[in-house]
């Protein structure tokens, strides 16, 4: 079993959709949580980050941890066609490495 | 400010050869990192330097693959021989000293071994 299980999609939204990325965990050992968003061809950037449960929102983007569920999301409001990208999860413990869910393709259809 | 660069972008070579892989970190990150991702699997960590030091290299899959970071600035990740399931595309990540998690990524480097 993967530590980290994400559904791979692909996932198409209309624009201005709301949009729910999920990822669940089975290490109870994570303490940090980070969403990476990936275009084609380049390196994953660095999107939310946070290391409690609770949400964190930022512009359209909103990161929900749920320890207690080993669950977290990233809501995306008013998704533009430039949304359109992988979005990965990742987690790690105390120590630095990541651990990465597999991504999920979004495609925002103008 | 520059980002994480990596050099080269993509690199064939034929199984047997040589190739090394350059990363350049963020100016002043402490923290430099490689990963890995083969075709369709998720990116995997290798290894992580503090400064010039190896952390934890519990990532690294056998001893074809050499790192090494001479002064604390820039990293090189050797494998040598190369065989075919060392495709994939090889990341380099780095961070500052104390926000060990908080991990910016360079564009990557694409090696095809065939």
Same mark, same amino acid.
């Given at each position: 079993?993967?530590?980290?299980?994400?559904?791979?999609?692909?996932?198409?939204?209309?624009? !201005?959709a709301?949009?729910?990325?999920?990822?669940?965990?089975?290490?109870?050992?994570?303490?940090?949580?980070?969403?990476?968003?990936q275009?084609?061809?380049?390196?994953?950037?660095?999107?939310?980050?946070?290391?409690?449960?609770?949400?964190?929102?930022?512009?359209?983007?909103?990161?929900?941890?749920?320890?207690s569920?080993?669950y977290?999301?990233?809501?995306?409001?008013?998704?533009?066609p430039?949304?359109?990208?992988?979005?990965?999860?990742?987690m790690?413990?105390?120590?630095?490495?990541?651990?990465? !869910?597999s991504?999920?393709?979004?495609?925002?259809?103008? | 400010?520059a980002?994480?660069?990596?050099?080269?972008?993509?690199?064939?070579?034929?199984?047997?050869?040589?190739?090394?892989?350059?990363?350049?970190?963020?100016?002043?990150?402490?923290?430099?990192?490689?990963?890995r991702?083969?075709?369709?699997k998720?990116?995997?960590?290798?290894?992580?330097?503090?400064?010039e030091?190896k952390?934890?290299?519990?990532?690294?899959?056998?001893?074809?693959?050499?790192?090494?970071?001479?002064?604390?600035?820039?990293?090189?990740?050797?494998?040598?021989?190369?065989?075919?399931?060392?495709?994939?595309?090889?990341?380099?990540a780095?961070?500052?000293?104390?926000?060990?998690?908080?991990?910016?990524?360079?564009?990557?480097?694409?090696?095809?071994?065939?």
């Amino acid at each position: 079993q993967k530590e980290v299980e994400q559904d791979p999609g692909p996932l198409s939204v209309p624009e !201005g959709a709301i949009v729910s990325l999920n990822c669940t965990y089975s290490n109870s050992a994570f303490q940090y949580f980070m969403w990476y968003r990936q275009y084609s061809r380049k390196g994953p950037e660095l999107l939310m980050y946070t290391y409690s449960s609770g949400n964190k929102e930022d512009g359209r983007f909103t990161a929900q941890v749920d320890k207690s569920s080993k669950y977290i999301s990233l809501f995306i409001r008013d998704s533009q066609p430039s949304d359109s990208a992988t979005y990965l999860c990742a987690m790690a413990t105390g120590r630095r490495a990541l651990t990465f !869910g597999s991504g999920t393709r979004l495609q925002v259809q103008p | 400010e520059a980002g994480v660069t990596q050099f080269p972008s993509h690199s064939v070579i034929e199984k047997g050869q040589t190739v090394t892989l350059r990363c350049d970190p963020i100016s002043g990150h402490d923290n430099l990192y490689w990963y890995r991702r083969v075709m369709g699997k998720e990116i995997k960590f290798l290894l992580h330097f503090v400064k010039e030091s190896k952390q934890d290299e519990s990532g690294m899959p056998n001893n074809r693959f050499l790192a090494e970071r001479t002064g604390g600035t820039y990293s090189t990740l050797k494998v040598q021989p190369a065989e075919l399931e060392d495709s994939g595309v090889y990341f380099c990540a780095s961070s500052q000293s104390g926000l060990g998690s908080i991990q910016y990524f360079g564009a990557g480097t694409r090696l095809s071994v065939l």
